[in-house]
């Protein structure tokens, strides 16, 4: 691991685990992309630019460099200005005080540090020790309207991960305008590749599209105020043909929880543009002078081996250096969550009816969810009044915590801290405190708005009504919802030059109130919601280590919620609850076996009311509990390989491998019965060719080559919704 630079050719060399990133500084200063790939010792890689490559008709130039004519439309470049002969997307887009927008950036300088310095104000990756990463800055300048670009790269010894982000701060004596500032941009030689993003919808998030790059420009946004349920901010480039175990494969995913923009251009000589940021749309910052403005990181990681290897390498440093607090690397408990069991529907026997079952089959945590608080019996009111309701709850949290922590559970509770209703006495009391444009219609989506963030005085209100019942009430865990999206996007405070800022503003604010609250209350396990999984995404993970995945809990559809949400994503920030059938969302009738081990390839838990259950069913939701504690280390802890996908076939399958290599756990997942059927076999991965493997039940012994290459055989079993889970030791 580490950065050089040559100063004969003013090359910048960065080097991550096995991943080489090369740039170069030309003569006059443009910072130049030469290449991104599987390590290479360092050399002088500029012909791997082509930058002599004029005479390209329509591309504008000759800029001279030391009498050799190019043009920047044909160069591949670090942080691409606008307006100044490169046409494709630029990174940045800046009106200066003549109405200008055309810029053109140059070196200036550069720094090396150990370490990772963070990003004020936005979540990041982080390092624990300096050894393990080292940043580059490099300060660029358009000397005409003295904005300087400080470029910021973090390459990672212990993983092929290399960070970026920009600074844009204004030098000038006059306010500049930021109608783009995007987070990277990285060029690309051809565009042989196909693009992978996560697309979906309320209930089914982040399915897994896949199609090869066209020449123009395609792109996968939010304009929504969230990063949302509809795009994820994840795209990657992968060679034509590649698989989870072979080719290359270039991941971008954003730390950002707002509107952004993640596109791949493919130009008219065939090179490939992706860049990433803050989405431009409904965007502008007035800059005055000496002030600056920090994009997020983008998390660029490149695999020699495929999906797969690059989904890890995500896994690893989000599990370990991007989530925080104290349960990053604790065992996550087992929960039962009360809302698909009552809805708004409950009293305090209720709850601790359910409680209790639960507590007797092994579930070690309940949550309860909407409808504790203000006069809340359906979603029309009382967001923002985060009073207990003592219609409900007569003894209120403490008469409720004791009944519950008396049950020997832990007791965890949710709130839906950035939003209001009309209908609450905190509206009443500040009609302004809400996102909104004076004169025009508050579009209430659920029947609420949401709290202006941008403004300091909410944000610490919010925080004061929050701190107040995690202090007065003994919880330990703290669902965090949020479930709408931003419509008459304006604040009564901000003056008109920056109603423009206040989605940016407003994701600033969350992350403060976010940072406040977990820092206050470091022994509470926070998972974050957004009806469902609508803001999985890196910068909430930094701080809440897990998420709820989806609404839906039909086990079937979480087969491709959950694998699609693995690309990026680690098991441990997955939550997966076994719910009733015929399941709430789609009506569909899954075995209990199914749905157990659905949901055991994440954060376990159940979403029904367990005193239904026949004694039987009791048992085997017992033995759930009893089995997933055992694997608990394995999933939340150990690497993901995925063996088969719910987007190709009928069939699913996945497993965990141990660090050490010597533990595995295997499901498997067939959604509907076949006639006929091939007699099929499941290849294993990630195990040591070396060892021997015994199967935990049977003590059947397997060598990991024979389970990696000739497989173990699948189930015969008649019936839709089959599933089985094998558990491997070496000996
Ligand atoms: C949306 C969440 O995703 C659900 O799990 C539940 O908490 C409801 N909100 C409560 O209103």
Redesign the pocket.
């Given at each position: 691991m580490g950065i050089t630079f040559d100063q004969g050719t003013r090359t910048f060399h960065l080097q991550a685990k096995d991943t080489s990133y090369v740039f170069q500084a030309t003569p006059s200063g443009y910072l130049v992309h030469l290449f991104w790939g599987k390590k290479v010792r360092p050399a002088d890689l500029s012909y791997l630019a082509r930058a002599g490559a004029v005479g390209r008709a329509f591309s504008p130039g000759p800029v001279c460099e030391e009498g050799m004519p190019f043009s920047l439309d044909t160069t591949p470049l670090e942080y691409p200005s606008f307006g100044t002969s490169d046409l494709r997307a630029p990174a940045f887009h800046v009106q200066q005080p003549n109405g200008a927008t055309a810029s053109e950036l140059t070196v200036r300088a550069h720094e090396l540090v150990p370490g990772k310095p963070a990003l004020t104000g936005l979540p990041a990756t982080y390092v624990e020790d300096d050894a393990e990463a080292e940043t580059l800055t490099v300060d660029l300048v358009d000397p005409l309207s003295n904005l300087a670009v400080q470029l910021t790269y973090t390459v990672y010894r212990d993983f092929d991960a290399i960070t970026r982000s920009a600074r844009l701060v204004n030098h000038s004596a006059e306010p500049l305008v930021l109608h783009r500032a995007l987070s990277a941009s990285v060029d690309f030689s051809h565009a042989d590749f196909e693009l992978l993003h996560l697309s979906g919808a309320w209930a089914r998030e982040r399915h897994i599209e896949r199609r090869p790059l066209a020449p123009g420009c395609q792109s996968v946004e939010s304009r929504r105020g969230a990063s949302s349920h509809q795009q994820n901010p994840f795209v990657a480039l992968l060679e034509k043909g590649a698989t989870e175990d072979h080719g290359d494969v270039y991941g971008f995913s954003l730390v950002y929880s707002g509107n952004f923009v993640a596109q791949a251009e493919v130009d008219q000589f065939q090179t490939t543009r992706v860049s990433m940021g803050i989405n431009p749309f409904d965007f502008a910052w007035y800059l005055e002078p000496g002030e600056s403005f920090q994009t997020p990181e983008v998390v660029l990681v490149y695999s020699a081996q495929g999906l797969g290897d690059m989904s890890r390498t995500y896994h690893r440093l989000y599990r370990t250096r991007l989530c925080r607090g104290t349960f990053r690397d604790r065992a996550r408990p087992v929960l039962i969550n009360n809302?698909e069991a009552t809805y708004f529907n409950f009293d305090a026997e209720v709850l601790e009816r359910i409680a209790r079952t639960a507590q007797a089959l092994g579930i070690e945590l309940f949550v309860l969810?909407?409808g504790w608080f203000g006069r809340r019996n359906d979603?029309r009111s009382s967001l923002g009044d985060w009073v207990v309701n003592r219609e409900k709850l007569p003894d209120g949290f403490a008469g409720l915590g004791e009944r519950i922590t008396g049950t020997g559970m832990q007791f965890g509770l949710?709130f839906e801290p950035e939003m209001v209703s009309p209908d609450s006495d905190l509206y009443r009391a500040h009609p302004d405190w809400c996102i909104h444009v004076p004169g025009r219609r508050r579009t209430p989506g659920r029947n609420q708005l949401i709290l202006d963030f941008s403004r300091a005085e909410v944000c610490d209100a919010v925080i004061d009504m929050v701190s107040q019942i995690l202090t007065d009430a003994p919880i330990t865990y703290v669902?965090w919802?949020m479930?709408r999206h931003m419509t008459e996007v304006g604040s009564a405070t901000l003056p008109p030059e920056r109603q423009r800022e206040l989605a940016h503003r407003h994701i600033l604010g969350v992350y403060r109130v976010m940072d406040e609250i977990t820092r206050r209350f470091p022994h509470v396990l926070f998972e974050s919601?957004s009806?469902?999984g609508g803001r999985f995404d890196p910068g909430i993970l930094h701080y809440m280590p897990q998420t709820?995945t989806s609404?839906d809990t039909d086990a079937v559809c979480r087969l491709k919620i959950q694998y699609g949400t693995s690309v990026v994503y680690p098991a441990s920030a997955m939550g997966a609850h076994v719910s009733a059938v015929p399941n709430h969302q789609v009506g569909r009738v899954t075995s209990l076996e199914m749905r157990g081990h659905v949901a055991m390839s994440g954060n376990f838990g159940y979403e029904m009311d367990l005193s239904t259950l026949s004694e039987g069913e009791k048992e085997r939701v017992r033995e759930q509990v009893r089995l997933y504690k055992e694997i608990r280390p394995l999933v939340q802890q150990g690497d993901m390989y995925r063996l088969k996908s719910p987007f190709e076939g009928n069939e699913a399958a996945w497993m965990f491998v141990s660090e050490d290599r010597r533990e595995a756990v295997v499901f498997w997942f067939r959604v509907l019965a076949q006639p006929n059927a091939p007699l099929g076999t499941l290849k294993l991965k990630g195990l040591d060719p070396n060892l021997d493997y015994g199967l935990v039940d049977t003590r059947h012994v397997y060598g990991g080559d024979v389970l990696m290459n000739a497989g173990i055989a699948l189930p015969l079993h008649k019936g839709d919704f089959q599933s089985a889970m094998w558990r491997f030791r070496a000996g």
């Open positions: 809302w969810d909407d979603d949710w669902k919802d479930n919601c009806g469902g709820w609404d």
